[in-house]
């Protein structure tokens, strides 16, 4: 059996002007939980497991996948690309961001019952972007829940531009 499952992820940061130090915290901590735990699955006769590299290029989420047995993009070979149009994300990542902003002021201040209602919407707002991620992917990548929600989180890292 494949070994259906990421090895290493790296995101294009070219277009990035920069990020706060919750986004920073954000980005590590779903890379390194990917990295734990995850299952990902492109159609295609190769074996995994994989190398990941996100980038966003004219409108669209672009999957690069290499072979993850080498140590970068550029000793890997790449296997495939799978372009996801963002068209579709744009309402859940706006609306995502809005409650990210309000969630972080509300910790500095908030009580604890009004920063548990943020957090509510926030993670459902997470959730539908990981589904709707997961449904555009179908066919093309399998993915599981909880890649899926960290793969979100990522993409929105990448749409940020400072």
Do not use: Q, W
């Amino acid at each position: 059996m494949p070994d259906r499952r990421l090895v290493r992820i790296t995101l294009d940061d070219r277009s990035v002007v920069r990020r706060s130090g919750d986004v920073e915290h954000e980005r590590a901590v779903a890379i390194y939980d990917l990295l734990e735990e995850n299952h990902f699955a492109p159609v295609g006769d190769f074996a995994g497991p994989y190398g990941l590299h996100l980038r966003i290029e004219e409108g669209r989420l672009l999957f690069e996948i290499y072979e993850g047995t080498a140590e970068g993009e550029g000793e890997a070979a790449k296997l495939a690309t799978v372009p996801l149009a963002l068209g579709p994300f744009r309402r859940i990542v706006k609306d995502y961001f809005t409650v990210c902003e309000s969630y972080y002021e509300a910790i500095k201040t908030a009580s604890p019952s009004k920063i548990e209602a943020i957090d509510m919407g926030r993670r459902g707002l997470h959730n539908e972007g990981a589904e709707a991620l997961r449904e555009r992917l179908a066919g093309r990548i399998d993915i599981d829940e909880n890649t899926a929600r960290r793969l979100f989180t990522l993409l929105c890292v990448l749409h940020i531009k400072g």
